[in-house]
């Protein structure tokens, strides 16, 4: 099967350092880079829009299931899915019952159908309210099974576009689609090309704008020829449109993602718009990408009179990329203060990847229990189902100029502060018990079930109840209830809490609490607002049945303080590179909530977490600096700033000089290339064939330089076990003579010690160096996550 740009993203490698071209960095604003004046998308924050959603009864032609399970033709479910996020379904007129289990808060797992109008026009009211001008929807190959279902698509964005006063345009992938350069042709003429006459149909420069995505992508899936693909571009010019390109990362290059040859297609396009998703995770993934990548694709779209629309997104829920919000902001941030002309959000309503921004379950009450799908709470912060919706309203008037660039996030999680209201921080949360009987388990007290129920072993005295909400909460008040259809009882109970799981305070005195069927067999119980990540509920007592019984425990926050948190503590330096400083910090506290951290660098945030620890990214070689960190609250209140601490950095030799390069490798298995090697993340690796030594991999660092270290690591996951690889490092500086820089010996890597193993020789100048492999007690591959190349050996210094 072709990859798709679905699949294709996680395994493809990042590419090549390049010059950060410091000198551009100034010239490179809106107003000198736009070749186009503002339009439709120039100027404009684009959206990417799926509309692919169908379900059993909704009318499309195509049936089933339709990008909502693997099997469409049978109901989603856990086991039968394609998607990592559960949309919030409370604004759609009509949701369909599916074979997921209960949400927490009791409710049927319903999903929506893009083919209903009223979803369409649910999506585009939302576009209006938060500033998404325009959207592209996406157009697979219209001559199989999906092609009546896509034209009728078509004509319901066209609709809910005119409706709600946005704009829309086609953007055509073609993957897969191996007839496309006379196919397409055709599809535009004889059906797409008539909703231009829509005003609601986007036009730049007095064209009317069309998108073809993957033209020169390295895969399986978009073989096709510069020539055909130059053809394509140039008929669409033809035509009298607008053409935009959704082409590879590294576009510029012709390398890793992208065939080499493709440079007549790319710059026969109007508009470019860089694919990003899968690239990186992180927030100095993206500040390397701005520096390394955007900064000189967009020197080279100037020089040839080409609009820029970088890609932005708001991270891979599922994965936890997003950090609250921070993700997405420092992306947006880094795109506008680049100059891009326009923006490119990917994407709109892709549930399937988890890098949506409409709305979003918040919490585990509106997700389906056990279903193991991340809510916006993900990392512990309280997020508004449009928060990020609410994003994209502020990167918008950022890039337009109507809100100051800035690199802290402007966007609270939820409006206002606080906690999203009467949100119940138990629902399907792990619990755990003292005891049981039978069958009546700890997680029935979570399960939205008011018929199941927690019962300790009998006759055994004190008994305790407790659940872990997965991160600190101003605990206020706890809701406690048996089974409606039980006689009255007294149960004698307490409640504690705590930070740790470990060392717990108590909340509530033991006390007597009733359970009447005429109050519906439930009770309230209101403690002193405390921060506490573990609530449990100790019974003592139980005047209907010589045991604990509980049937559900909701858990509420307090909201609304405005109380600062107290200062962080303890602020220390955990490491440094040449061009970043890792911190540490203790925590602070807060009646409402600590929602994140902010470190500073004098009166500026350079970094925005949501727990006690940072690097911070982007700083100059052997250069001091000196940081504080501030805590702020879910209400906006913020701390007065820790202790300072003030950190130089190592010396440029210490540089990476393998980061980004082009790499090769004598073989790899599956999506595990040797790109992996030189991403920046510690998680993605090279594995080579299988049982089949010697094996290597090489990076080439572009220019004969002199080196003396390297640094290699697997994953630092404790899934990693610790082994041996026995290999040698050669250095060369043509790639076809080669010296051995390390001699051949077995090198443990431990996941105590980081699995990481540091190797220094004498200083050596080289281009390429390779990395070659003959054992490893782990598995019958060469492996490695990263190679980190060095000038130098590594210089401790006393500071």
């Given at each position: 099967m072709a990859l798709t740009r679905r699949t294709l993203i996680r395994s493809v490698a990042a590419g090549s350092v390049l010059a950060a071209l410091p000198d551009?960095?100034?010239?490179?604003?809106?107003?000198?880079?736009?070749?186009?004046?503002?339009?439709?998308?120039?100027?404009?924050?684009?959206?990417?829009?799926?509309?692919?959603?169908?379900?059993?009864?909704?009318?499309?032609?195509?049936?089933?299931?339709?990008?909502?399970?693997?099997?469409?033709?049978q109901s989603p479910s856990p086991t039968n899915t394609t998607i990592v996020s559960w949309p919030d379904m409370r604004e759609y007129a009509r949701g369909y019952p599916t074979a997921y289990p209960n949400l927490g808060n009791g409710q049927p797992a319903t999903l929506f159908s893009s083919y209903d109008q009223q979803t369409v026009d649910t999506h585009f009211r939302w576009m209006q309210e938060y500033g998404c001008d325009t959207a592209a929807l996406q157009r697979f190959n219209p001559f199989g099974d999906e092609g009546p279902t896509r034209d009728a698509m078509a004509a319901k964005v066209r609709s809910a576009a005119e409706r709600f006063g946005r704009k829309f345009y086609v953007m055509y992938d073609v993957t897969g689609w191996t007839a496309m350069q006379s196919q397409l042709k055709e599809d535009w003429t004889t059906r797409m090309s008539a909703h231009t006459a829509s005003p609601a149909y986007a036009r730049q420069n007095g064209k009317p704008v069309v998108c073809v995505w993957g033209f020169g992508f390295n895969d399986?899936?978009?073989?096709?020829?510069?020539?055909?693909?130059?053809?394509?571009?140039?008929?669409?010019?033809?035509?009298?449109?607008?053409?935009?390109?959704?082409?590879?990362?590294?576009?510029?290059?012709?390398?890793?993602?992208?065939r080499p040859g493709f440079a007549d297609v790319y710059h026969?396009?109007?508009?470019?718009?860089?694919?990003?998703?899968?690239?990186?995770?992180?927030?100095?993934?993206?500040?390397?990408?701005?520096?390394?990548?955007?900064?000189?694709?967009?020197?080279?779209?100037?020089?040839?009179?080409?609009?820029?629309?970088?890609?932005?997104?708001?991270?891979?829920?599922?994965?936890?990329?997003?950090?609250?919000?921070?993700?997405?902001?420092?992306?947006?941030?880094?795109?506008?203060?680049l100059g891009a002309q326009g923006l490119y959000v990917s994407m709109f309503d892709e549930f399937n990847e988890g890098n949506q921004i409409a709305k979003t379950s918040?919490?585990?009450?509106?997700?389906?229990?056990?279903?193991?799908?991340?809510?916006?709470?993900?990392?512990?912060?309280?997020?508004?189902?449009?928060?990020?919706?609410?994003?994209?309203?502020?990167?918008?008037?950022?890039?337009?100029?109507?809100?100051?660039?800035?690199?802290?996030?402007?966007?609270?999680?939820?409006?206002?502060?606080?906690?999203?209201?009467?949100?119940?921080?138990?629902?399907?949360?792990?619990?755990?018990?003292?005891?049981?009987?039978?069958?009546?388990?700890?997680?029935?007290?979570?399960?939205?079930?008011?018929?199941?129920?927690?019962?300790?072993?009998?006759?055994?005295?004190?008994?305790?109840?407790?659940?872990?909400?997965?991160?600190?909460?101003?605990?206020?008040?706890?809701?406690?209830?048996?089974?409606?259809?039980?006689?009255?009882?007294?149960?004698?109970?307490?409640?504690?809490?705590?930070?740790?799981?470990?060392t717990f305070t108590t909340l509530a005195a033991p006390a007597g609490v009733r359970f009447d069927p005429a109050s519906g067999n439930t009770a309230t119980v209101t403690v002193p607002t405390t921060t506490a990540r573990h609530v449990r509920v100790t019974v003592t007592g139980n005047t209907a049945w010589p045991a604990a019984q509980l049937a559900q425990v909701e858990v509420y926050a307090a909201t609304g303080t405005s109380t600062p948190p107290t200062a962080p503590g303890g602020l220390t330096v955990t490491g440094r590179t040449a061009t970043?400083?890792?911190?540490?910090?203790?925590?602070?506290?807060?009646?409402?909530?600590?929602?994140?951290?902010?470190?500073?660098?004098?009166?500026?945030?350079?970094?925005?977490?949501?727990?006690?620890?940072?690097?911070?990214?982007?700083?100059?070689?052997?250069?001091?600096?000196?940081?504080?960190?501030?805590?702020?609250?879910?209400?906006?209140?913020?701390?007065?700033?820790?202790?300072?601490?003030t950190v130089t950095t190592d010396p440029a030799a210490q540089t990476d000089l393998a980061r980004g390069r082009p790499t090769t490798e004598s073989s790899h298995t599956q999506s595990y290339g040797s790109g992996n090697v030189v991403d920046g993340n510690p998680d993605t690796y090279w594995e080579s064939a299988n049982n089949a030594f010697p094996q290597w991999v090489q990076v080439d660092l572009g220019a004969a330089t002199t080196v003396g270290r390297v640094v290699l690591r697997l994953p630092p996951s404790s899934a990693w076990p610790a082994r041996t690889q026995t290999f040698s490092v050669l250095g060369s500086t043509d790639g076809g003579s080669w010296s051995t820089l390390v001699a051949s010996g077995g090198r443990l890597f431990d996941p105590a010690t980081g699995n990481q193993v540091s190797l220094a020789f004498p200083a050596t100048p080289a281009r390429y160096v390779q990395v070659r492999f003959t054992g490893n007690t782990g598995w019958p591959a060469g492996q490695l996550a990263q190679l980190s190349v060095h000038s130098g050996q590594l210089i401790e210094t006393h500071r």
């Open positions: 551009l960095v100034p010239t490179l604003t809106r107003a000198a880079a736009a070749a186009s004046p503002p339009g439709d998308v120039v100027g404009k924050v684009s959206v990417g829009y799926q509309g692919w959603f169908s379900c059993p009864g909704d009318g499309a032609p195509i049936g089933g299931w339709w990008h909502w399970s693997r099997d469409r033709f399986d899936g978009r073989p096709f020829t510069p020539a055909a693909c130059l053809d394509v571009v140039q008929w669409l010019r033809a035509q009298g449109c607008y053409v935009i390109g959704g082409v590879p990362t590294y576009w510029r290059q012709g390398i890793n993602d992208s026969a396009f109007h508009m470019l718009s860089p694919w990003m998703v899968g690239r990186t995770g992180t927030l100095d993934g993206l500040d390397w990408f701005h520096t390394n990548v955007n900064v000189p694709d967009l020197a080279d779209c100037v020089a040839h009179g080409i609009d820029y629309q970088p890609c932005v997104m708001p991270g891979d829920l599922s994965a936890g990329h997003r950090r609250h919000g921070d993700f997405y902001w420092r992306h947006l941030y880094n795109m506008v203060r918040e919490t585990a009450a509106t997700t389906p229990v056990g279903s193991g799908i991340r809510a916006l709470d993900e990392d512990g912060t309280a997020c508004s189902a449009d928060y990020y919706l609410r994003i994209t309203a502020d990167g918008g008037r950022m890039l337009k100029g109507q809100l100051a660039l800035t690199a802290v996030r402007p966007t609270p999680p939820v409006a206002g502060g606080g906690q999203p209201p009467a949100t119940n921080l138990a629902a399907g949360r792990p619990a755990s018990a003292s005891s049981q009987n039978g069958p009546f388990v700890a997680g029935n007290a979570v399960d939205a079930d008011r018929g199941s129920y927690w019962e300790s072993g009998n006759n055994a005295f004190p008994q305790w109840w407790q659940v872990d909400l997965g991160a600190n909460h101003p605990v206020t008040r706890l809701v406690l209830a048996v089974p409606s259809g039980w006689e009255a009882r007294t149960q004698t109970l307490s409640v504690q809490g705590s930070t740790d799981g470990a970043s400083v890792s911190l540490a910090w203790t925590a602070a506290t807060d009646a409402d909530g600590v929602a994140d951290y902010q470190v500073r660098q004098g009166g500026t945030t350079v970094a925005s977490v949501s727990g006690t620890s940072a690097t911070v990214t982007g700083l100059s070689p052997a250069t001091t600096y000196t940081f504080t960190v501030v805590a702020r609250d879910t209400t906006g209140a913020v701390s007065a700033p820790s202790n300072a601490v």
